[in-house]
């Protein structure tokens, strides 16, 4: 790294091409999201040009960060969904020796099922009635007295507390509630742009931990292994406490996003005071909440998909649905991308696209 100079990337950003330009799409907001309201991702996997159609897919996502398909994806096998998953990252240079992740806690023996009453290891299953049950569990969970829920705790990347974490996450909806539900995603990229410049060259300096150590402890209670390697060499045995950048190159683009700055996964911003690491993080969610043109909203239906890039974005469930006693599921796969790298060549997303600041 040291003999490049300073305007060479660390990797090529890609170019996209043109073969998914057929699909009719609307982009959700001017920022962030992309909304695709008729398009079946097995005609992709089924095109005589397959490969590319799914290589310029994820050049998208990466683009726009997060995207939707709205039309019912129920003719799509888990095998398939996996496939799509892995093929993302493999089209778009992701390490060879990588692939999907495992969930540390796969092997406790009270998982949930998949509908059809099987579980698979590349597949979490997400549930609001088993997440409701989870959070009755942790007691001194911030609100979870006289107060209301700071709903802040629920941004989050995938799987931040691997040394590797998640490229693309996939997830499919299988029951939705009459109402709520929705999950937000926040354009990484944006808030970086947001940010003044002395600002982000202070960021770009600092690291965060990511310690999860309640995986230990869970297996530890259960009396079950945990899973080992969890989609890289690099994800094995305990190793639940990463340093990764705040500030973070997305290898697809180019551009820089902000990565470990807060969140359900970010335990600590190095080197700093502790009043300094809350100060910073406070700070971050405040660019967040304060910037919501950043944001895209899904609200699920039946049978819709959402596939993101965890690199350029954060993401937040909305624990609401008990209001109207609905149930949501749904069903994820996540890849595993590259370990996680700021590169001082690379430029934010404005200044890569020649766009204004702000
Ligand atoms: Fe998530």
């Known amino acids: 790294m040291g003999s490049l100079s300073l305007n060479k990337l660390i990797r090529e950003p890609l170019k996209r091409g ?11 907001t001017p920022i962030i999201g992309r909304e695709y309201p008729t398009a079946k991702l097995k005609d992709v996997i089924q095109a005589p040009n397959a490969d590319e159609q799914l290589r310029d897919l994820a050049i998208t ?15 799509l096998s888990i095998e398939e969904q996996k496939y799509i998953t892995d093929m993302l990252g493999k089209l778009t240079g992701r390490p060879a020796e990588h692939g999907l992740h495992v969930h540390p806690l796969y092997n406790d023996p009270n998982n949930l099922p998949m ?8 597949i979490y299953v997400i549930n609001s009635e088993a997440a409701k049950k989870l959070y009755a569990t942790m007691k001194n969970r911030p609100g979870s007295g006289d107060e209301p829920r700071d709903l802040g705790r629920e941004w989050h990347s995938d799987s931040l507390f691997e040394n590797c974490p998640s490229d693309f996450s996939f ?43 309640v995986f230990e402890s869970a297996c530890k209670a259960g009396g079950y292994e945990v899973t080992s390697p969890r989609g890289s060499p690099l994800n094995v045995d ?24 807060v969140g359900l996964h970010v335990s600590r911003i190095n080197d700093v005071y502790s009043y300094e690491d809350y100060m910073i993080r406070d700070y971050i969610m405040r660019l967040i909440t304060r910037n919501h043109d950043c944001v895209a909203r899904m609200h699920w239906t039946r049978g819709a998909c959402a596939i993101w890039s965890n ?4 993401h937040a469930a909305t624990p609401d649905t008990h209001l109207v006693g609905g149930i949501r599921t749904g069903v994820r796969a996540s890849g595993i991308g590259e370990k996680p790298y700021l590169d001082p060549a690379s430029t934010g997303r404005r200044e890569g696209l020649g766009l204004q600041r702000f």
């Open 61 to 75: 996502i990466c683009e726009r960060g997060v995207v939707f398909f709205r039309a019912p994806q129920d003719d």
């Open 18 to 28: 043109s073969s998914i330009d057929h699909l009719e799409y609307v982009d959700s």
């Open 238 to 261: 305990y190793e639940f406490s990463p340093s990764h950048p705040v500030i973070r190159t997305h290898p697809v683009t180019g551009w820089k996003s902000v990565f470990a700055g």
């Open 311 to 314: 690199i350029c974005t954060l």
């Open 115 to 122: 509908a059809d009453g099987t579980t698979d290891r590349n």
């Open 171 to 213: 997830l499919r909806m299988q029951d939705t509630p009459p109402a709520g539900g929705d999950t937000l995603w926040v354009s990484g990229y944006e808030l970086y742009d947001r940010l003044s410049p002395p600002f982000q060259k202070f960021l770009e300096g600092l690291t965060a931990t990511c310690a999860q150590p």
